[in-house]
């Protein structure tokens, strides 16, 4: 298995931009989570979805931020429009909920940058 | 609520060095507990886990025990390598009710172990 598998891994956008970043969970894996961090406030749970559906988004910084999950094997983030504080790596994690519910698998991140 | 307190880093060994990285929590019910790590430009994969008291996780020589007596799930290693040399990051699942699907994380440790 490839593992989860974020897109794109950098990106270095201005102020005021839409940001898009795309992840695609462990195939079987039914749970997802987004996260981001920073040095400031460390690892912090956006949002998260059980079979597709998002269970809870209060993490969701403000309505700039939308996340969606139209089937099993993809997710969206979107910020629009970007802010210099969203900079931050971005992670995406998923999960078999359940008895494997304890373990994350995440991907390696999308390190974003908004000037 | 929950939280988790680890000790402030960085933290810089020699090699064959012993480790030891504290990481202290608070958690309503009985909380599964974690050690992720974090290779650079990486995202966190599970180095070890402890669900109930008195259990001890282990892997790749690293050991952790769940002391509930002291609310503490200290990470040690016996003989560092250089390619231990990564960002520890200790989490719980708090496992009483809703919200249970969540991890709550601490801040992170960086260890830079040097030849």
């Known amino acids: 298995d490839a593992g989860v598998i974020q897109s794109p891994r950098h990106e270095v956008t201005e102020m005021g931009q839409e940001v898009t970043l795309r992840c695609k969970p462990i195939s079987g894996h039914n749970s997802l989570f987004w996260y981001r961090q920073t040095m400031m406030r460390g690892l912090e749970l956006l949002i998260y979805f059980n079979n597709n559906v998002p269970i809870d988004d209060s993490g969701m910084p403000e309505d700039r931020f939308s996340a969606k999950m139209p089937n099993a094997s993809f997710s969206t983030l979107k910020i629009q429009p970007s802010e210099p504080r969203d900079s931050a790596v971005y992670f995406c994690?998923?999960?078999?909920?359940?008895?494997?519910?304890?373990?994350?698998?995440f991907g390696a991140g999308s390190r974003l940058t908004v000037l | 609520g929950n939280s988790v307190t680890q000790m402030e880093g960085p933290v810089t060994l020699s090699e064959e060095a012993f480790l030891t990285i504290n990481c202290t929590y608070t958690a309503t019910g009985y909380p599964s507990l974690f050690w992720y790590v974090q290779y650079p430009g990486e995202g966190l994969q599970l180095l070890l886990k402890a669900t109930k008291a008195d259990d001890k996780g282990s892997n790749k020589g690293f050991e952790a025990t769940y002391r509930k007596e002291t609310t503490s799930f200290h990470l040690e290693k016996g003989s560092v390598q250089v390619s231990d040399s990564a960002v520890y990051f200790c989490a719980l699942r708090d496992n009483s009710g809703a919200g249970s699907y969540q991890l709550t994380f601490g801040k992170g440790t960086k260890l830079s172990v040097i030849p």
């Open positions: 994690a998923s999960s078999l909920a359940g008895a494997g519910a304890n373990v994350l698998t």
